[in-house]
Every structure is written in structure tokens, then in C-alpha cells.
């Protein structure tokens, strides 16, 4: 054993000096797996396992095993092991480990790994790369028949992108990072592989000419492909070999070193390490562009949609499936401000869920018509307000145009620092994605299903007239850096051009101008003087100038430094943050406001309301003291008004309250559910209305601070002349009856689908993430509506134990568009959320069986 540890050393150290002579990767790679394979076949032959055999599978299986990569290993038996058989299998793991290789290994049967396969994608992808090694040849070869034979590509497909997607959420959809993960981060090996199992898996091939063959890649992307993925393979080879272990991160501490390899020196205008770093950030960029396209070209293959005609936006613009089409490839070269006109469109068009592959390879090729011509054209100037001024899409399409090079063309002060290094003590991210999750920190204040995470963001920014200056002071507030000099001073200059060139007002570009120039200004005071000393916060006042300024520069400030790291954020700066601010805004206006004026209006009309009703103030004290700030940005006076006075008197009742009243704005019930907080009840009560033949057109889901569920539906159902009225008595009684019972929830009734929605099908889509304190999750889904559907979706939750804490139901037509903030232990465990995500696929995916024509369902 000792000559054995000793050669696969001497010879694993030839390779190294070999490499790093003269570079290789395929070579190195395939080298070092062969040499493994006959270090592993010596030391089985050894120990004589009858009748098993010996499986490499994973990278190994691929023969590609990295200097520093686990070796592994699936030990194939024939049936349950023997008593005597279970030594040899220590005795043959524990030889390999102590002649220095690191292994991975399982003890399986053929049917344990069908079954296991079938049940978790990251098996089912490890086995797809068997490779047989030593023993039983016809075991290993009854493997790979049942594996074939089991095998649904489909699934297989959907399987990957939800794997792919919750594993680019992990790295917050960013190659950017500063020490990024070359293997597992957006853009990194682990795409480029995805693509390669998606296609091999769908029978279109191995190599790169087979999608090229099959027309799902042009020959030009095939060739950078293949370059990328072999400057990725070296740089994982040298990383190996610096580190001296399994290292996939290029981390600070080698990233000179590898520059120094590279050939990269320092310079008096940058590191050499950050040249390195920029050629893998562009690299990493192509990598997610082709990814992107490759797998929505072979989705298009697997899933064909029912033929239909492009639906027609505009002349220029059409809707294919649920993707924004051009039918011209010439039309951004030809028409280059309707390149901006399609980011516009992509957000104003709630159905659309990206652009087909063509539509993104003429955004690329025609990123260079954006010069200074088309950024004085005042159409052009006119569009890119218009997208900073809409309601929903701001942080995917300012995504989507950095992804394609389109916003560093139209802001080049931007495009200067796209994959710019930031060599600091707590930036994470590289300057222009820092700037996006800034952008994006903003954007979430506005969105009340968040309000949870900062509650007086959230007010404050509610009540703020055009909040979207603050984007734009999020887009330039560090944009300077890395010109030399402070970079608040040159970025306020360029932000008072953008305002100029614009036509913003003097008020809005000053505003812009000054919370750029002073954006780090309240980080500094409170973090390194006494918040609480009067002449500190009145010198402090003096700097905001105007409560309109400074209530910008709080939202700006919190959102920048939760935009720095996910570590640098903490309870402590919050609460000086929030001290200052409130102290502040005290000395400029006068008035100790503990509330936002917004806030505050919806809390005096719901007070207004109660005495309309005899009632005194003093009645909504005690139920009032349970809410939160969520409770009252998501609801409106007369809903306040409407609980208050329902409730008050009934505070910690043990048994249900339901009450139902006429819908205030329309058609419909409203139905208000008051107990204290169970399982699966969010279920039960989809449930009931279900059975009830009543829609639900929207849910505001809400836990009292004492752990009472207070949640309010819109119910409609019944026929167009529904008598509404005399539903309510009914509902009170029956629905608080099911709320007590104690049987389990019944099935889905099923019903029809919309004739819109069989003719224009919505692919359905799941995603859950964490909020941004950690300790609650977003579940986001996209389908088209149809009887049952949130039933089923709560259905799903509850079997898998998940507590539901706020819900936005949101139907628009036949497109169901809900986020849920949820809570569970099964969402801490990464393989769970993607059983989880593929269950949810499916529920939303069911077609429902035909029901009585008089009967309704509910809907989400």
C-alpha cells in the first residue's frame, strides 16, 4: 500500500509539472482520470468482491477529475450485501483513502439507484455520467439499461432549469462577485455542463457540433463555448494546484498569483489580477447569453407550443408563446431606439417572460448602434425615463441590459465600470452589479409584500413622490469610481448631466445631485459619531437641508449598504441608521412623527370611519396594539375600519371568526377570517370556497403579532346574477364550521379551462428564495388560472408543512401571478425546495378534469 500511495503522488506530481509547462486541460484532465482508474482497479482486484462492480460516475465518470476533485465511486451490487461482503467494502474505502485519494462513494443495488434517481436530479445527472471500472460488466450494463428505460427528458429538462435557477438565486444571479465561484455561479462550468447533460439527455448529442448540427447554436457561439469552457477548465486546474485541495472560488489570496501565471502585471492604473478578473467576467457574461438561449431552444424542441400566430404588439414587435418577438433581424440595426422601446415593452406586457433567442442575439449584435448620436436623440432619452418610471420590471430589465452590453453603451460612465474590482474590507460584488443590487434594494421598498423586511422603508417610500429619482441616484451614486478622486464629487457631476441631457427639473436634479454627492454622508455620521448628541444631529439636519431630501437619502443609504455584502448589514446599523433619521427629521420639521404621513392618513380615516359608527377611539387601541406596519401598508382604511370594528371586542378568542359583507368596490364578497394560527389552514380555506363554487380573486394573508391568522378574501363565483346577500349568512356559518374541523383536507374538484387559455397556453413558473433577513421565504408562481388551482397549491404547501405567513393573489385575465411569504423547516434543506419546486410545477401544470356545468371552482 505504501508503493501505491507513493506512486500516485510521484505521478500526480509529473502531471502538475507537465501542466504548468505546458497547459492542457483536456489532456491534464483525461490524464489524472486515468491514472485514478488504474489506481482504483489495483486496489479492487485486492479485495475480490464477487459479483459487484465498480462504477466511476459524477466528473470522474466524465473523465474529467480536477487535481484537487473527490473520486467518485458507486459500488453496484447484485442484490443485499453479504455480512462478509460488508468488510471488503470498508476494507476497499478505506485502502483508497489512505493511499491519498478523496472519495465519494455509495453502496447501491441497480433498483436503489432507479429508485433513487427517479427521486432526486442530482443523482439521476451523476449516473447519466457512469463509466464502467472493474467487476461485473453485466451489472454495470443492467444499470445503464434500466437507467435508459426510466429515463424522461422532459422531466428531466424542467428538473435541470429549476436546479440551475435556484442555484443561480444561491449567488444572487450575478457572476459578479469578487470571488466568484467558477464552477457553480451564473456564467461559471456548471452551465456550460447543464447545457451539455440537457442536450445529451434530449438525444441531440455530446459535442458542441451536434447542437450546432441540430440549429440550436450558431457555429460562431459553438466556437466561444469551447473556448470558454477550456479557459474555465484551466483556471480550475491552476486553482487546484495553488490552493493544494478542492478549490472553486477564485478568492482573494490566489487571485495575484494566478494573474502572475497569466501573464497579467501591475500597472499604475490597475492590478494585474483585476485584468484576470475582467477577461472571466466577460467570459462568465457569454456563458449565461448562450445559456440562456441554448436551453430556451431546446425547450422549444421538447415542449412545442400549439401553433398560433405571433399576437402583434406594435408593427414592429410580436409575442410569440410568452416571449417578446421581432419578426425583422435587422430591426435594432436598422431602428436602433427601438432596442430600448423592447426593454420598455418587456416590462409593460406582464405576460412576457423573456425574449426569443433571436430577439437576444440581434440585442447583442446590435449594441453598437448605441453611440452619441442615438444618446441625444430625444425619443431615445424619452424611452429610458419611461423604463425608469415603471411600476414592475426595473431590476430584470436593468439586469437583462447590462447582461447584453446595452446600458453601459447608453450610460458609458456605467459602461467604464462593468466587472470593475472593488478592493475593500466589505464589498462583495463588483462595481456595476453592487450598483444593480442597490437598484434593486430600492425597488423592493416599494413592493409590499416585502414591507416585513424594513417597515419604515417601506412607509416612507410609499408616501415619496416620484420615488424613481432615487433609482437614478441608485444608478450613479458610485458609477465614479476608479476615475481617481472622490468619486461622490465626479459622480454628482455626471448625474447632473444625465438630469440635463434629460430634462429633468432644477428641484429633481438637485435632489439626484446631492444624493449622490452625500450618499455615504449618513453611513458616516452614524457609524463614527454620537447619533445622539444634539449638535451632531442638528449638523447633520443641515446637511439633508429639506425632510424630502433627507427621507431620500435614508432609503438610499439602507439600500446601499445592504447592497455592499450580505454580512455587512446587522441589527446595530439599522437601529443608528434609523435613530439619526428620526432624529433628524425631527429637528428640520419640528414635529416628533413616529409615522409616515401616508400611514398616519390611512390610520385617521380608518379612526374617522370607527366614529361614523359610534365608536370611540379608544376601541381600536387593543386590537391595533397586534398589527404591524405590513398590516397597514397592505390594507386600506375601510378594511381597517371594517376589522376593527369586527373584531375588538373578540381579541384571543379561541374560537373562529368569519364575517362576510357586500364587496365595497364591486362583485363579490369580502370575507374576513379571524383564529388563532394552524396547520394547512390557508388549505382548508381555499378549500371551502372551492366547494363552494366561489372564485377567489384575491387573498390578503396576514399573522397577528400574537400568531392569529387575519386574513381578508375576495370571493366571486355563482353566475353572473349571483344574489350575493344571501350568501353571507350562509358562508359565516359553514366556513367557520370547517375552520374547526379536524378532517383531512378533501381533493381538488377540478373544473374547465378558459377557451384563452387552451389556445394561449402560460408556461408555469416557480421560485423560492430567501427574504432578505433569512428567516422567511418567497414563493413566487406564475400560471394560467383555472378552477383549483390555489386550492392545489395549498394543498402542496401543507404536505410539505409549509406555514404560510402573507399571500398576494394576483389574477390579471386568465394569468395567475401570486407571491406567498412562507415558512418551514423543509426550506432550509436546498434538496426539499427542489422537490418542492418540481411539485408545485406539476400542480400548476394539471389539466383539470371536466366538472358539472353549473358548478364553479376556486381560483387563484
Known amino acids: 500500500m505504501l508503493d501505491l500511495r507513493k506512486n500516485l ?99 447501491r443495488t441497480v433498483e436503489e439507484c432507479v429508485q433513487t434517481a427517479a427521486e432526486d436530479i442530482t443523482i439521476r445527472t451523476t449516473l447519466m455520467e457512469a463509466r464502467y471500472l472493474a467487476g461485473s460488466r453485466k451489472l454495470y450494463q443492467d444499470l445503464v439499461a434500466r437507467l435508459a428505460g426510466n429515463f424522461d427528458p422532459i422531466a428531466f429538462f424542467k428538473a435541470k432549469k429549476l436546479e440551475q435557477e435556484q442555484r443561480h438565486a444561491k449567488h444572487q444571479d450575478t457572476p459578479y462577485s469578487l470571488e466568484p465561484n467558477l464552477k457553480e455561479a451564473p456564467g461559471g462550468l456548471r452551465d456550460i455542463h447543464t447545457i451539455q447533460w440537457i442536450a445529451r439527455a434530449s438525444g441531440i448529442g455530446r459535442k458542441w ?49 494566478l494573474a502572475a501565471q497569466y501573464g497579467d502585471v501591475d500597472t499604475p492604473e490597475r492590478r494585474g489580477s483585476e485584468a484576470m478578473m475582467q477577461r472571466y467576467y466577460r467570459a462568465a457574461k457569454t456563458v449565461t447569453q448562450l445559456n440562456t438561449i441554448v436551453l430556451q431552444n431546446i425547450g422549444a424542441r421538447l415542449l412545442p407550443q400549439p401553433e398560433e400566430v ?42 412576457l417572460r423573456g425574449m426569443t433567442a433571436p430577439t437576444l442575439r440581434a440585442l447583442w449584435r446590435a449594441r453598437r448602434r448605441i453611440d452619441a448620436d442615438f444618446r441625444r436623440d430625444p425619443l431615445a432619452q424619452l424611452l429610458f425615463l419611461q423604463i425608469l418610471q415603471q411600476p414592475r420590471g426595473i431590476v430584470h430589465e436593468f439586469r437583462r441590459m447590462n447582461q447584453y452590453g ?38 423592493r421598498f416599494t413592493m409590499p409584500e416585502f414591507a416585513h ?205 368569519v364575517k362576510a359583507r357586500l364587496a365595497p368596490f364591486g362583485e363579490g364578497l369580502q370575507v374576513l ?29 396576514y399573522t397577528t403579532r400574537s400568531r392569529y391568522a387575519l386574513d381578508t378574501f375576495v370571493v366571486m363565483g355563482q353566475g353572473s346574477g349571483a344574489h350575493y346577500r344571501d350568501m353571507i349568512s350562509l358562508i359565516e356559518t359553514e366556513l367557520a364550521a370547517e375552520l374547526e374541523s379536524q378532517a383531512p383536507l378533501a381533493p381538488p374538484r377540478g373544473g374547465r379551462l378558459s ?48 406555514n404560510l405567513q402573507t399571500a398576494r393573489i394576483n389574477t390579471l385575465g386568465d394569468r395567475a401571478e401570486d407571491v406567498f411569504l412562507v415558512s418551514g423547516e423543509a426550506l432550509s434543506n436546498s434538496k426539499t425546495v427542489l422537490q418542492l419546486e418540481q411539485d408545485l410545477l406539476k400542480e400548476l401544470s394539471l389539466a383539470p378534469q371536466p366538472a358539472p356545468a353549473l358548478a364553479a371552482a376556486a381560483t387563484s
Open 453 to 657: 423586511e424594513f417597515p419604515l422603508c417601506s412607509e416612507l417610500i410609499n408616501g415619496f413622490e416620484r420615488h424613481w429619482l432615487i433609482y437614478v441616484a441608485a444608478l450613479y451614486h458610485d458609477i465614479a469610481k476608479g476615475r481617481g478622486g472622490d468619486h461622490s464629487e465626479l459622480g454628482s457631476t455626471d448625474v447632473r448631466s444625465f438630469a440635463k441631457n434629460h430634462g429633468l427639473s432644477e428641484d429633481d436634479t438637485d435632489l439626484v445631485a446631492f444624493l449622490v454627492e452625500k450618499h455615504l454622508a449618513m453611513s458616516h455620521v452614524a457609524q463614527k459619531q454620537d447619533v445622539y448628541d444634539p449638535e451632531v444631529i442638528s449638523a447633520f439636519a443641515q446637511t439633508a437641508g429639506t425632510e424630502r431630501r433627507l427621507v431620500a437619502l435614508y432609503l438610499l443609504t439602507v439600500a446601499d449598504v445592504r447592497g455592499t455584502s450580505p454580512k455587512v448589514w446587522n441589527g446595530w446599523k439599522a437601529k443608528l441608521l434609523e435613530d439619526l433619521f428620526r432624529a433628524a427629521r425631527r429637528a428640520l420639521t419640528g414635529t416628533p412623527l413616529e409615522r409616515d404621513a401616508a400611514l398616519a392618513e390611512k390610520q385617521a380615516e380608518a379612526t374617522r370611519l370607527l366614529r361614523l359608527y359610534a365608536l370611540s377611539d379608544g376601541v381600536k387601541e387593543r386590537f391595533w396594539k397586534q398589527l404591524d406596519t405590513a398590516y397597514f401598508l397592505r390594507h386600506d382604511p375601510q378594511e381597517i375600519a371594517w376589522h376593527t370594528r369586527s373584531l375588538h371586542y373578540r381579541v384571543g378568542t379561541a374560537q373562529p371568526v
Open 406 to 443: 446595452i446600458l453601459g453603451r447608453y450610460l458609458p460612465e456605467f459602461g467604464r465600470i462593468v466587472g470593475q474590482m472593488q478592493h475593500d474590507l466589505f464589498h462583495v460584488y463588483t462595481v456595476d452589479q453592487h450598483i444593480l443590487m442597490v437598484l434593486r434594494n430600492v425597488r
Open 9 to 107: 503522488a510521484e505521478e500526480r506530481q509529473g502531471l502538475r509539472v507537465a501542466y504548468l509547462r505546458q497547459p492542457d486541460p483536456q489532456r491534464l484532465l483525461r490524464a489524472h482520470s486515468g491514472l485514478i482508474d488504474r489506481t482504483v482497479r489495483e486496489v479492487w482486484r485486492g479485495v475480490a468482491l464477487e459479483g459487484a462492480a465498480l462504477v466511476a460516475t459524477g466528473g470522474y465518470g466524465r473523465g474529467e477529475l480536477y487535481p484537487g476533485s473527490d473520486v467518485d465511486l458507486l459500488i453496484l451490487l447484485a442484490g443485499d450485501v453479504p455480512e462478509g461482503d460488508k468488510e471488503k467494502v470498508e476494507k476497499l474505502i478505506g485502502v483508497l483513502w489512505d493511499i491519498g485519494l478523496e472519495i465519494g462513494h455509495s453502496v
Open 673 to 701: 377570517i379571524y383564529l388563532p394560527d394552524r396547520e394547512a389552514l390557508f388549505a382548508r380555506i381555499c378549500g371551502y370556497f372551492e366547494r363552494a363554487g366561489f372564485n377567489i380573486a384575491e387573498a390578503k394573508i
Open 209 to 257: 457540433s451536434d447542437l450546432v448540427a441540430a440549429g440550436l447554436l450558431e457555429r460562431r457561439e459553438a466556437r466561444q463555448l469551447a473556448r470558454h469552457e477550456a479557459a474555465f477548465q484551466d483556471l480550475r486546474i491552476r486553482l487546484h494546484y495553488l490552493a493544494g485541495r478542492r478549490e472553486d472560488r477564485i478568492v482573494f489570496d490566489f487571485q495575484s498569483a
Open 310 to 351: 405571433p399576437r402583434a404588439l406594435n408593427e414592429r414587435f410580436r409575442i410569440r408563446g410568452e416571449l417578446l418577438h421581432i419578426e425583422d433581424e435587422a430591426l435594432f440595426e436598422r431602428e436602433p431606439v427601438t432596442i430600448l422601446e423592447s426593454f420598455l415593452l418587456m416590462m409593460q406586457h406582464h405576460e
Open 755 to 802: 377557451r384563452r387559455v387552451r389556445h394561449f397556453p402560460i408556461s408555469p413558473s416557480v421560485d423560492i428564495r430567501p427574504d432578505e433577513r433569512g428567516s422567511l421565504y418567497a414563493l413566487q408562481i406564475v400560471a394560467a388560472d383555472r378552477p383549483g388551482l390555489l386550492y392545489g397549491v395549498a394543498r402542496t404547501l401543507a404536505r410539505y408543512r409549509i
